[in-house]
């Protein structure tokens, strides 16, 4: 019999719904491995497929389109009575009373909840270092940090502690872990799944996705993660069909493997300085062979993409600044022992304790932004850009269908590396930014390996352009070859797992 | 020395009459045990998000229809920031620079706009004042939390307390008649602040504002505005200027006190909410919002003026209370086109009104007393037939308000039916005036004031059954006179 874990999120569905395959043994193989992980993916495990089932009753049924298949979610998702803390010491230990409506989707089509992954507190960084729990390590090399926010996500994926993971994205924190640890991630159109449950860092550009071995698996939990527009969260517009044309229909698995009449922009603009030169020799080979499947490259520019970086962190600290001041330790959460202190010594004291550094950085970046004076300046200024971003794109898709760029500029760096240069770590995000503040659907599948890391290529298309969009990485995929379990085993040591054939594309398979 | 006038405009908070919460499906009640109508939305736990309830917009838009504003096309929610525990998320869902309606007017008073946000929390301090400062503990009831609420600012157009106070009373009766709050100024339903400031009479640059917050009656509203004014005269008289503040005012000892230093200046860091995007006003809500405006008190007040004759004081007593208007109506129908509707209308607002008085701020409605509409209007034109007269008519009246029924059996009943004029009434004069020979002597000199000895005898021998003007018609008569 095969090895449970080595089954996709597809497979193993369909294994359990023909009964080859039994819900306690697939959960009991992941629960295994998770409990032994040595990457800190995990902030916390379920003892078993019932712990959290929240309002449920018993699991799922088989024939459900999940059947049973656990998911690792980030701990930023609300589960009820599952410890959610954003990985933050302000919450830890907070027990929610309701359960976010994506992971209620994905209950409801049968998956079932293997545990909650590290993060970036409050989805904040591009390293996973930012966590009270702890930084993750990147399986591939256990000195080298997963990315982040959603850091235990792609690293529990690409670790194999999990079929697959549901992280957030808002401004590209879905997309660079699942880069820098070699799996894939889909960021999808803002507002197609529901944010109700997620605990808020940017709300104009949060935005759940899944994290999987494979670009099926992708499209599959996508699928399970949209539907109707949420009643409970005003900005779910639910799912609008491809390309905003209006129909309604489901998410296909994707089939495609030619590219054949596909036109893919590449924004010279993003492909400046600071990319590295094995992430764009790896980029270039991988146009290349969608290329050699039919598609057609053409260079495009988004003029104001390059002001992205700027706008985004005068954006997303602005609204985190107003998300986080709920945190004051009166309702819920950890509050400061104030002895006889009064109230704005219990404001104080629990969120000096409570926030980590660069949690306070952007609080107060964003309080700053917002300020009287300064927000015409500042915030003003940045949603100014915003527009123009978004215009850019529309333009740019005017002419292509997609538009790719490596999806981080690095490969995996050491840990610590970039922790005492807050810059430098923004500009992790560089090629993640202008999709997030575009709003449009943006995928990562691992392209190759540069020094034996996993490179990034993101995919991004126009709102609502899902489908065309998973039905292109899915080609691109199947001509990479790319090894998706080459790091669960951590025996093979960092690199040790290169599959040689990917660097260059392996388009004969 | 100069004289000044005072600058007042009002800014007032009334709770939407809805059956739940602005952003959340919790239901409004009033008066239930703390914190049992809550929900993970308006506690503001994480991840949780603001939904907007459609007939909370419905009703402001209303109020915005009833004083001719321009309603606004797009709704428009903006995050109004500060840390304070009756603030669940730290910030206030409100609206900024796209009010719900802007501009309109009530009466002698434009307004500035309308704007819809949700209420804070209800904060209970423990301790002698009441109040934050000194307090040894506070308690929080989130009940109230995410309430809708319509913020009402007027223009700086009112010159005096008095003229607020019963600006005030007009648009609570308007609200209250356009069914969108129970304006209840005791339970909070109603909230009013005040900006105020002063500058000499003739000037036309407004000077300094103070806000003096939540006075909580009308009589409050009155009292603070005049210590204010007066605080203010004294602070300029006395060479300094007036600190832009926020004020309390104590209706227990009529002193002013500061609530927030000037230093402690709040930056709210208004920004459009990311959670609830811009949409436009949907069609059907303004149609039904337009649709739902019943005839208001000043239209009505005019109406009882032109089309029915009733004096301006009548007329505006029976529009401004809707439960005497509807009962001043009902009572004219029935008495057909021959009732005299000024003396309705007197019966109802003195009399009727008087037997019903259930208290301070609790309006009487004579529709849920014993007496019929019918009934007064029998009783009204009894009297004014002189078939009983007015004394007579007014224990009737006491009647049925206590027993219910008609004039018509309650006049046999009692004995109250009038003496009639000449033949029956005349030897009851005659005999009073032989009675009275010091009376009579006065009187045939001209002295008119000993008339009331003689009407007393007569209502005393007839038991007070007698009309008055009918013995004072006889006496001259009988006199000569």
Known sequence: MTDPISLSVVDAAAALRRGELSQDELFTAYRDRAAADDTNSFTWLADD??????????????????????????????????????????????????????????????????????????????????????????????????????????????????????????????????????????????????????????????????????????????????????????????????????????????????????????????????????????????????????????????????????????????????????FDGVRYGNRADIGDGGLVELYTKTRHDGFGPEVKRRIMLGTYALSSGFYDAYYRRAQQVRTKIVEDFRAVHQDVHLIATPTSPTVAWGLGERTDDPIAMYQADVTTLPQSLAGVPAISIPCGLSDGLPVGLQLSGPAFAEQSLLDAAHALEGALGFDGTAAFDPARGAGAATPGSATTGGASR | MTAFEPVIGLEIHVQLATRTKMFCGCELVFGDPPNTHTCPVCLGMPGTLPVVNAEAIRLGLMIGEAFGGELAERLVFHRKSYFYPDLPKGYQISQFDEPLVSGGRLGDVGLERVHVEEDAAKLTHAGASGRIGGSTSSVVDYNRGGTPLAEIVTLPEIRSAEQASSWLRLLRETLRQLGVSDVNMEEGSLRCDANISIRPVGDTTLGTKTELKNMNSFRFIEQGINAEVARQIRVVESGERVQQETLHFDPRTGSITSLRSKEGSHDYRYFPEPDLPPVQVPAELLESARASIPELPLQRAERFRTELGLHEESARLLAFRRALGDYFEATVAAGGPEADRQQIANWIGNDLVRRLDAGEDTDPDPAESKVEPASLAELVALVGAKTINRKAGEKVLDVLVAEGGTPGPIVERE???????????????????????????KLKTGNMKPIGAIVGHVMRETKGRADGGEVTRLTREILGL
């Open chain 1, 49 to 326: 497929a019932t712990t959290a089932l929240g309002a449920r009753e018993g699991l799922p049924g088989t024939d459900t389109p999940l059947a049973g298949v656990p998911l690792a979610v980030k701990d930023l998702f609300c589960i009820t009575g599952v410890p959610t803390a954003s990985a933050s010491n302000l919450l830890r230990g907070y027990l929610p009373p309701y359960t976010a409506t994506a992971i209620d989707r994905l209950q409801e089509a049968g998956a079932t909840v293997l545990g909650k992954t590290n993060q970036d507190e409050f989805a904040m960084g591009s390293s996973n270092e930012n966590s009270a729990f702890g930084p993750v390590l990147n399986p591939w090399d256990r000195t080298r940090v997963p990315g982040g926010s959603s850091g235990g996500s792609a690293a529990a994926v690409a670790a194999g502690l999990a079929p697959a993971a549901i992280g957030t994205d808002t401004g590209g924190s879905v997309r660079q872990p699942a880069a820098l640890c070699g799996v894939v991630g889909l960021k999808p159109t803002y507002g197609s799944v529901s944010r109700y449950g997620m605990i808020a860092f940017a709300s104009s550009l949060d935005q759940a996705g899944p994290i999987t071995r494979n670009v099926a698996d992708a499209a599959l939990l996508f699928r399970q993660m949209t539907g109707p527009a949420d009643r409970n969260d005003a900005t779910s517009i639910g799912w609008a069909g491809d390309g905003g044309s209006g129909s309604a229909s489901a998410i296909d698995l994707p089939t495609a493997v030619r590219l054949d009449g596909v036109r893919i922009g590449v924004p010279t603009d993003l492909l400046g300085e600071g990319i590295e030169p094995g992430v764009r020799a790896s980029f270039d080979a991988a146009l290349k062979l969608a290329e050699s499947l039919g598609a057609e490259i053409v260079e495009v520019t988004l003029p104001h993409a390059r002001h992205a970086l700027s706008a985004y962190y005068l954006l997303a600290p602005a609204e985190a600044s107003s998300n986080l001041a709920r």
């Open chain 2, 415 to 441: 004995g109250l039916a009038a003496i009639g004029g000449g033949d029956e009434l005349r030897p009851v004069v005659q005999a009073a005036l032989d009675a009275n020979p010091d009376a009579v002597e």
